[in-house]
T-cell receptor
Framework: GDSVTQMEGPVTLSEEAFLTINCTYT??????LFWYVQYPGEGLQLLLK?????DKGSNKGFEATYRKETTSFHLEKGSVQVSDSAVYFC?????????????FGGGTRVLVKP | EAGVTQFPSHSVIEKGQTVTLRCDPI?????LYWYRRVMGKEIKFLLH????????ESGMPNNRFLAERTGGTYSTLKVQPAELEDSGVYFC???????????FGSGTRLTVV
């Protein structure tokens, strides 16, 4: 079945540091890929998505590129802020045929220190 | 528009008791999903409603879990009797038919002691 593997945290960074969170996936067909973020005390929010190979999703300074050849969707941000402290989840969806069901990775907690 | 609302936000119950979680989706969203995250592990799919019908309940862990969606509006997820391993965060999400994005609720943190 489908699966998502992402680096375990916690990841601790200083403000303005570069952030990378690795995510790889296994899926049949051509899934769509997502990054969700959960800030402390809040629900899951869609951060960015990509629906086909070589697409780049971007939002709030975060970027991720759908790499079919390496089955990866790594999340990057060039200069993190304290407000980026959160848990980040990589996810995939098999689309309508799979009822738009999401398969998530285990989550990566990121802590940004001032 | 109002978001997806879940309550309670927290629930602490004893093993063997019954708990009912509620989710109010965004008005007009026919798709409703339940997910849960147990013990800091990955978030896992539980089930999917389209209106009041269960489209996919392949993720429901066992028959102690019962989900309903009254009239295609709000949904409840009942755990009876609760076990220790049911502790976790239960998320609800909704979306429009044919629309790709979900909106998640803030989750219900369930602790079974």
């Amino acid at each position: 079945g489908d699966s998502v593997t992402q680096m375990e945290g916690p990841v601790t960074l200083s403000e303005e540091a570069f952030l990378t969170i690795n995510c790889t996936y296994t899926a049949t067909g051509y899934p769509s890929l997502f990054w969700y973020v959960q800030y402390p005390g809040e629900g899951l929010q869609l951060l960015l998505k990509a629906t086909k190979a070589d697409d780049k999703g971007s939002n709030k300074g975060f970027e991720a590129t759908y790499r079919k050849e390496t089955t990866s969707f790594h999340l990057e941000k060039g200069s993190v802020q304290v407000s980026d402290s959160a848990v980040y989840f990589c996810a995939l969806s098999g689309g309508k045929a799979a009822g738009n069901k999401l398969t998530f990775g285990g989550g990566t907690r990121v802590l940004v220190k001032p | 528009e109002a978001g997806v609302t879940q309550f309670p936000s927290h629930s602490v119950i004893e093993k063997g008791q019954t708990v009912t979680l509620r989710c109010d989706p965004i008005s007009g969203h026919d798709n409703l999903y339940w997910y849960r995250r147990v013990m800091g592990k990955e978030i896992k799919f539980l089930l999917h409603f389209v209106k009041e019908s269960k489209q996919d309940e392949s993720g429901m862990p066992n028959n102690r879990f019962l989900a309903e969606r009254t009239g295609g509006t709000y949904s409840t997820l009942k755990v009876q009797p609760a076990e220790l391993e049911d502790s976790g965060v239960y998320f609800c999400a909704s979306s429009q038919v044919g629309f790709y994005g979900y909106t998640f609720g803030s989750g219900t943190r369930l602790t079974v002691v």
